[in-house]
Nanobody, 124 residues
Framework: QVQLVESGGGLVQAGGSLYLTCVAS????????MGWFRQTPGKDREFVAA???????YYATSVEGRFTVSRDNAQNTVHLSMRGLRPEDTAVYYC??????????????????WGQGTQVTVSS
């Protein structure tokens, strides 16, 4: 099992930026697809972005053009750069990992390892 630890969440005003980081415990993450999801109380976990083991990036329509996902295999990290934040981006953000996932990267059920989440709050 891979342990994932997110950091970088916080409180920011609308229009501001945050930079989330997820550190993986496993030394060899280069063959894993890494995803970011978010969840608000009473709602299902929602896909935000993913970067596959082949460095293909995917984004939810609601964040495309504002968020950027990246990975550093040498550091076993994946990042989510968030700009132009909106109040509707407020959620707990989770990092997830799945080995060699190439299809259905949008589905949380495809990921077996999850971090504990980091809170992002955007005030209006």
């Amino acid at each position: 099992q891979v342990q994932l630890v997110e950091s970088g969440g916080g409180l920011v005003q609308a229009g501001g930026s945050l930079y989330l980081t997820c550190v993986a415990s496993q030394r060899t993450m280069s063959d894993h697809t890494m995803g970011w999801f978010r969840q608000t109380p009473g709602k299902d976990r929602e896909f935000v972005a993913a970067v596959t083991w082949s460095f293909t990036q995917y984004y939810a329509t609601s964040v495309e053009g504002r968020f950027t996902v990246s990975r550093d295999n040498a550091q076993n990290t994946v990042h989510l750069s968030m700009r132009g934040l909106r109040p509707e981006d407020t959620a707990v953000y989770y990092c997830a990992a799945a080995p060699q996932l190439s299809t259905e990267v949008f589905s949380p059920t495809r990921y077996g390892d999850w971090g504990q989440g980091t809170q992002v709050t955007v005030s209006s």
